[in-house]
């Protein structure tokens, strides 16, 4: 710590910092534009200057920008002074000189870190009464808007593009006074990170293109905290709401999570919610009038229920009350996951593995801060993006503190630090069967079918302990794993990440023996594997049989009803099992929030609310399990929490006559004693009853306008507002203001902060973590006495097939994941189907991109362009997995190519 003296006044800061962020950390407001936390600092707005002495006896001291300015014991410097105020004002007004006046009809007005800032300097009216300057807008894709004349030239947007988020299509060029931000020509974005910019730029230049199409002024949003359904990471976010559409979704700061920032599926593919293919009403199939009344809807159920051996099958995007009341209904030697056997294979080795708790879970900021990182077989851009991001970070870090050692330039430095480092890397070895952006700051980049990079992984496990089996390598193979080895030998911090993208149990097993062979020489390992989709891996802890097992019971028993829990099984297994399942039952229920194929086969079609309208709990690849809370009431009374419906549905069985509500911990309470291993979880979050000073939290901010005006075209008497019994929130703008609990944050506002940089304030330090955060409850404990048992069951090296080819899923950010494919924007940037071949195979077949080839694949047969992609191994063939109008594919399976039409 260090002893610095602001107007007198005498503080305790840590050093290493600069002059603004200690000054932020002390709750002491200070005007910037170019400084961002993850960013670090550049001087390039000038807007921060405060005026540092030479000691306490300095009275005219100098002028210097904070953001540039290292702390130092006995720093003498004052915020106040007047010709720092007086240089703030000048330059806020410089800025302000082309800013157009149109803060009304602005996107980010009301939320704009520049008028808050422009307010903070006391700029309070224009003298500049001259032309301004203006610039054509750009088309950038269907998730950002351009407005170009709003820029103020802070840089922020391309040093995250590029430095940051790894993008290369966006750019700066400037003539003379004209700086301009954007490409070299109209066209989308090709960083599926792109939708930060929103929230990186500190005015209006890059804005929410969803949410212009329904615009809302960011204090008329009903907000509440959720968590990210779209991939196994669980970012946290903020989902906002308006006259009952879901209207945007924005990131949610936790320092253990997603930091400051959310992939573009993540932030853009929330549109499913507002659907015309929404489920609404309670469904009773082959009646006259089908669509029924809950009071209708539960009458018809009682026989189903109760003369009926009932199936359960789970599902992996349902919140794990839902999952477990449905357990709860059925008994749990009838609940069965749905998705296949070799999926349930997997997760099942990945449970076992973290449960062992020999290596710690890895965090994304676990990955951050680590020094060396080996990806084995998973396509992290595809299937975790956000993880990806975490992992440049970490790359980047590493090579920026080995080019520090020794030298007076502090980390924050953003451009000196970027000169020194040059293009220098940390070590990243990045080992999947295709190719990646990753490969690009990758140290070692090897591409081979799975096998084969399971094989390498338990190479590496070996060179690092001997006493392993020796594996023989080719020599392709065996100077990489060398390599590898080497470099984790001298690693402090090393991560090891994998996951069930590729169904191969193999690569789980070689990169937990490579973790624990780690832990010799590391001061601390972290293993990482990711799941398929948001609540896998609580599905995974509830450890039932995998669907195929399900099909087998359905087929020995008669008289079957089927609970299908929001899932759409003919996304997860083949076409045909699905068939055999539904031919077996005699009845099918369905609870979910959308038309889909596997609802075309439910006798009974219940409408399950969507994470936006339902309290629940999702645990997320690290088994950190978290709470998302309903942002608002449906209009329509039916669509309601999955698990609500199951929970009414049990007094109908047993035939009691009481019916009470449940509210979430009391369904994760059962879930605990059905469940051990799921032991902590009701500690989640703060309890329903929670409250501040008696009061609960509002959804909406103290701006909150037009609650009355609202519903005037109903009525001009305004109704009462809706009660939540489930949470410790209202549903309007009374209640608790000030800071709640990390996990109850709503929105992040604070006097004179209106932008979200509000999170300063809410924060131990800037950039640290929130204060008491409470980053969701980690389900899997870390044994630091656990001795690590190895795997020893090494399989055979991959063999090609003369004119067949290995079947693997290959991922896309846009389309693969089954709920955001129904956003306009997702669909749009959606591949069309495709085969994937290397040119190895390509070449003896005369096959060029654009071919059409036919394969077979169990009796079926398929025609599909053809891709080339030098990377992918000889042997192998890659086909898109969740894309709309591609049949789930029987992967790990050997197809043939029956016909080309080139």
Not at 469 to 484: E, G, H, K, R, Y
Not at 561 to 581: C, G, H, K, M, S
């Amino acid at each position: 710590m260090s002893t610095i003296y602001i107007d007198n006044k005498q503080y305790e800061v840590k050093a290493g910092k600069n002059l603004l962020e200690a000054c932020l950390g002390l709750g002491i407001d200070l005007p910037y534009f170019c400084w961002h936390p993850a960013l670090g600092s550049v001087g390039a707005c000038r807007q921060c200057a405060v005026k540092v002495f030479k000691d306490e006896n300095d009275t005219h001291g100098r002028l210097v920008m904070s953001c540039m300015e290292s702390i130092r014991d006995g720093l003498h410097l004052s915020v106040s002074d007047k010709t720092a105020k007086a240089f703030r004002s000048q330059v806020i007004e410089w800025l302000m000189t082309n800013h157009p006046h149109d803060c009304p009809v602005c996107d980010e007005g009301g939320s704009c870190h520049l008028q808050d800032m422009t307010v903070m300097t006391g700029h309070d009216y224009r003298r500049y009464h001259y032309k301004k300057r203006t610039y054509t807008n750009q088309y950038l894709g269907p998730f950002i808007h351009h407005e170009m004349n709003r820029c103020i030239q802070c840089y922020r947007c391309v040093r995250y593009y590029h430095e940051y988020a790894g993008g290369k299509d966006l750019n700066v060029f400037a003539a003379h006074n004209h700086v301009y931000f954007g490409r070299e020509r109209d066209g989308i974005l090709e960083s599926p990170f792109s939708g930060n910019l929103v929230e990186v730029c500190p005015t209006g230049v890059f804005t929410d293109k969803t949410l212009r199409e329904h615009y809302t002024r960011k204090w008329d949003l009903t907000t509440a905290p959720s968590v990210c359904n779209h991939c196994s990471v669980g970012c946290n976010t903020i989902a906002g709401e308006r006259y009952g559409q879901l209207r945007c979704i924005t990131n949610r700061y936790n320092s253990q999570v997603n930091g400051y920032f959310l992939c573009d599926r993540g932030r853009f593919g929330y549109e499913f919610v507002n659907s015309a293919n929404r489920i609404t009403q309670p469904l009773i199939r082959n009646r006259t009038v089908e669509a029924v009344d809950e009071a209708v809807l539960m009458d018809h159920l009682r026989a189903l229920l109760t003369n009926h051996t009932l199936i359960g099958i789970g599902s992996p995007r349902a919140s794990m009350e839902s999952n477990i009341a449905l357990m709860q209904l059925v008994g749990k030697e009838n609940f069965y996951q749905g998705i296949s056997d070799n999926a349930v294979f997997v997760e099942k080795r990945i449970v076992e593995v973290m449960q062992s708790g020999v290596i710690k879970t890895a965090s994304l900021h676990d990955i951050q801060q680590s020094d060396a990182i080996v990806i084995l077989g998973e396509d992290l851009w595809n299937t975790a993006p956000v993880m990806a991001l975490a992992v440049r970070q970490g790359v980047m870090k590493t090579a920026a503190h080995q080019a520090l050692q020794n030298r007076a330039i502090a980390e924050w430095h953003d451009a000196a630090v970027k000169e020194l480092v040059q293009q220098e890397k940390g070590f990243l070895a990045n080992c999947t069967v295709s190719s990646s952006p990753l490969d690009e700051i990758s140290s070692s980049v090897m591409h081979k079918a799975p096998e084969d990079l399971a094989r390498l992984g338990f190479a590496i496990a070996q060179r690092l302990n001997m006493v392993l089996p020796v594996v023989q390598l080719n020599d392709d193979m065996s100077t990489p794993a060398a390599v590898i080895a080497a470099a984790l030998q001298k690693a402090k911090r090393p991560v090891i990440i994998s996951g069930a993208g590729y169904y191969n149990e193999a690569l789980i097993r070689a990169a937990f023996d490579i973790a624990a062979a780690c832990k010799a020489t590391a001061e601390e390992v972290h293993l990482a594997y990711v799941m398929p989709e948001c609540n896998s891996m609580g599905l995974a802890m509830m450890q039932a049989s995998g669907f195929e097992n399900a099909v087998l019971r359905t087929s020995r028993v008669n008289n079957v009803t089927a609970i299908v829990l929001e899932n759409d099984l003919y996304r997860n297994v083949p076409a045909q099992i699905a068939d055999v399942f539904f031919n077996n039952c005699q009845h099918c229920i369905v609870l979910d929030s959308l038309h889909n194929a596997t609802t075309q086969h439910a006798d009974v079609l219940i409408p399950a609310a969507s994470f936006a309208e339902a309290d629940g709990t999702l645990v997320n690849y690290e088994g950190r399990a978290q709470r998302f809370y309903q942002v608002f009431v449906p209009a329509n009374k039916n669509m309601q929490e999955s698990w609500k419906w199951l929970m009414k549905m049990q007094p109908v069985q047993t035939g009691s006559a009481v019916e009470r509500s449940y509210h979430p911990e009391e369904v994760l309470a059962m879930g605990e004693q059905l469940l051990p291993r799921l032991s902590g979880i009701t500690a989640v979050a703060p309890p329903r009853n929670f409250r501040v000073n008696g009061q609960p939290l509002p959804r909406a901010p103290h701006r909150y306008s037009g609650r009355t005006a609202m519903l005037s075209n109903l009525t001009v008497s305004e109704p009462k507002p809706k009660q939540d019994y489930d949470s410790p929130f209202t549903f309007t703008m009374e209640g608790y203001s000030g800071m709640p609990p990390s996990p109850l944050i709503p929105f992040f506002w604070s006097p004179g902060w209106n932008s979200n940089q509000a999170v300063n304030k809410y924060q131990e330090e800037p950039g640290g973590s929130l204060k008491n955060e409470h980053a969701g409850k980690l389900l899997f404990e870390y044994k630091q006495d656990a001795t690590p048992v190895y795997f020893k069951d090494i399989p055979e090296a991959f063999m090609v097939r003369h004119e067949k080819w290995l079947l693997l899923p290959q991922y896309e950010v846009f389309g693969s994941e089954e709920l955001s494919a129904y956003s306009k924007g997702i669909s749009e940037l959606s591949p069309s189907p495709y085969a994937a071949l290397s040119q190895l195979d390509a070449d003896p077949l005369s096959l060029v991109n654009g071919s059409l080839i036919t394969v077979k694949i169990f009796e079926q047969v398929y025609e599909l362009p053809v891709r080339i992609n030098a990377a992918i191994p000889k042997g192998v063939m890659l086909m898109p997995a969740g894309l709309a109008g591609m049949p789930v594919m029987a992967w790990n399976s050997w197809v043939q190519i029956i016909s080309i039409r080139l």
